[in-house]
Structures are given as structure tokens and as C-alpha cells.
């Protein structure tokens, strides 16, 4: 399908800004606007590289924000739109749910309901919702082997699982009620440059660096299964574009690793390539009390998007994480910026009030 002009929510972000410099780069007669609120997890410096393309433009404003979301889409044409923006820390949902349920459920909903507003005067052909959503929202497995399919019963755990999971619902209720062209995915633990340093690896490489403790949680027994961050954006693109209305698609690394085996391997590698003893760092790994609601382990089954739309990943774990490790410690002044809260300032001055 053909699209003229692209809404990504959360575009500043992790997630978000990997598919934003996707679309950018792949789709220059594309117009791509990135509509981010710039929460502490936002960051334009993801964008450097893209920023002054003809095809793209950033817009601050809060997918809450009823009639500025819908002016945006009125006002841009839009006829797709990506939604990424979303409070996704697991332990800041268990202090503050209420902020949770503000920004992902009602804030899916004043999207939803700004494009019908807007779509349904000018039909629904050619038009598409793509909701981006979690493994989380199917709860947890066993160790025997079972994988999350797309037929999984939903079963979520924390307040961030469930406001996903509620806004999933919204998603196909408005399909189903409406005849909104919608469509979901549920993708594992993403990994890749950029993220947020509250996320287990750039944290643990960030401390790392200083020689400080490594935080983990239990025994390090939970398991995830790890996806390249770069390969979740590939899919995000094929189902935007070739995906079937009111489908559901997994989208896994299929790479099952124990927290703990997962942080030897990022405390090997970081040593290696700081030139210090491999292993070395071992001893700053300090067991805390389990995270409350800690799920045991995630799987994804993407057999589904794998045979009918063609994606595999485009590197082993291996070699992802490799990346992974090498271009945070290449980039530390991004790391420092971020860590410190200068980015912050930086953007409170631009924009207002972050």
C-alpha cells in the first residue's frame, strides 16, 4: 500500500526513532511527521543524521492533546499512522500506574478516535492504524518450550502490560465498531543504539564503564527473548505496508536468554572491548529483591510474519548485541548526555516545558 503522509508517535524515542530514520531514508516522497511529547525517554539527538531531510518534520505535542492530534492529521493528510508513544518501564508503572493508564490507554483512544474523526468523512480506503504493542501483554510462560503465538489469551501482569493490553482492545474494538483499518504487533525485548539507559543493557554498560554495581533482580533467572532493534523497525515497515487489516503479528528474535547468562555476556564483552581483563566485572553483579509481578519468562513465536510477509532478522544475536555494546561505548558522550539530564535542558529551551 501506497501512503502519502506518516504519522509516528514516540518518534524520539528508542523504538520509534529507528523506524522514523527507516522511513525517512527508504520513503523521501513520503512526507514522515514525528509527533513526540519529549518525556524524559524522548530525544532528538536520535535524529541528528535525518533531521534536515525535505520529507520529514518533527511536531511537539501530547497524543492526549484531543483536538491538536486532530488538527495534525486533518492539517498533514495523514493516512497512516504508526503509534509508538507510550510509558514503557515496567518499574515506573508500578509507582505511578495512574500515568500509565493516562498516556497508553486514553492516549490510544485520543488517537483512535482523532483519525476516525478525520478518516471516516474521507473513507476508510487507503488509510491504516498500526498499533505497536508488547509480549508482555500475554502474561508469562513456563520453561517448557511454549512461545507466544497471536492466537495467545491476553493475561497481563503489571500496570504496564495491562495498559497495553486495554489499548490493544481499543484498537479492535475501533476496527470492529468503526471498520477502522487497524492493525497490531507484539514484539519481545528490543535491543539496539539509543535506548534509554533505565533498560538493562545500556544501564549495565553505562555501569560498566564506572565500575559500578549491576543491579539483578531475584536469581537472574527470568528469561527474554531478544530482538535487534534495527530488524523490529524492518517488520514494522512490512506490516505497515503489506500487512492484512485486523490481523495480529509476533515479532521475536527467537533468542531465549537468562538475565543473568545475558549480563555475563554483556560484562565479557564490554570488558574485552575496554581492554581489560574478560570478565573481569563479574564481581559488580549485586542480587536485589525481585521486581514485584516479575513474569518468568517471554517467548515469541514469528513464524506467522515469517511466512507470510517474509521477515527473518538480519543478524544473529551474536552480532547484534556486538553492535549493540560497541556503539554505546562509541558514543559515551550520548550516554553522559543523557544520564546527567543535560538533553533536557537543551529541549525545555527550545520547546517549553518538557
Not at 514494522?236 to 485486523?246: C, F, T, Y
Request: hydrophobic share 40%.
Amino acid at each position: 500500500m501506497k501512503y502519502k503522509s506518516i504519522l509516528i508517535t514516540g518518534g524520539a524515542g528508542f523504538i520509534g526513532s529507528h523506524v522514523v530514520r527507516l522511513f525517512v531514508n527508504k520513503y523521501p516522497d513520503i512526507r514522515i511527521i514525528n509527533l513526540d511529547k519529549l518525556t524524559y525517554a524522548g530525544n532528538l539527538a536520535n535524529l541528528k543524521d535525518i533531521e534536515d531531510c525535505p520529507n520529514y518534520q518533527f511536531v511537539k505535542a501530547d497524543i492526549c492533546d484531543f483536538e491538536t492530534v486532530r488538527d495534525i492529521i486533518r492539517r498533514n493528510e495523514v493516512d497512516a499512522i504508526v503509534h509508538l508513544a507510550a510509558e514503557s518501564h515496567v518499574d515506573r508503572s508500578i509507582t505511578d500506574p495512574f500515568l500509565f493508564a493516562r498516556v497508553n490507554v486514553m492516549g490510544t483512544l485520543t488517537l483512535l478516535e482523532a483519525a476516525r474523526q478525520v478518516w471516516e468523512i474521507e473513507g476508510w480506503e487507503g488509510k491504516r492504524y498500526y498499533q505497536i504493542s508488547t509480549d508482555e501483554v500475554y502474561g508469562a510462560l513456563q520453561f517448557d518450550g511454549t512461545l507466544f503465538t497471536e492466537t495467545t489469551r491476553y493475561d497481563p501482569h503489571s500496570p504496564y502490560s495491562a495498559a497495553k493490553a486495554s489499548a490493544d482492545h481499543f484498537v479492535r474494538a475501533y476496527h470492529d465498531t468503526y471498520g477502522m483499518p487497524t492493525v497490531i504487533s507484539n514484539c519481545s525485548n528490543n535491543y539496539g543504539p539509543f535506548q534509554f539507559p533505565e533498560k538493562l543493557i545500556p544501564l549495565f554498560l553505562n555501569n560498566i564503564r564506572f565500575r559500578k554495581p549491576l543491579p539483578v533482580y531475584g536469581k537472574g533467572e527470568n528469561v527474554r527473548d531478544w530482538l535487534y532493534v534495527v530488524d523490529h523497525a524492518r517488520a514494522i515497515d512490512l506490516i505497515l505496508h503489506e500487512g492484512q487489516v485486523a490481523e495480529t503479528y509476533n515479532i521475536g528474535g527467537f533468542n531465549e536468554w537468562k538475565n543473568i547468562d545475558l549480563i555475563k555476556v554483556l560484562i565479557q564483552t564490554a570488558d574485552r572491548l575496554l581492554g581489560r581483563a574478560e570478565g573481569e566485572d563479574l564481581d559488580l553483579i549485586t542480587y536485589v529483591a525481585d521486581r514485584k509481578g516479575h513474569d518468568l519468562r517471554y517467548a515469541i513465536d514469528s513464524t506467522k510474519i515469517a511466512t507470510e510477509l517474509g521477515w527473518k532478522p538480519s543478524v544473529t544475536f551474536e552480532q547484534g548485541i556486538e553492535l549493540t555494546i560497541r556503539w554505546y561505548l562509541e558514543h559515551q558522550d550520548w550516554l553522559d548526555n543523557v544520564t546527567s539530564g543535560d538533553y533536557l535542558q537543551y529541549y525545555e529551551k527550545m520547546y517549553g516545558n518538557c
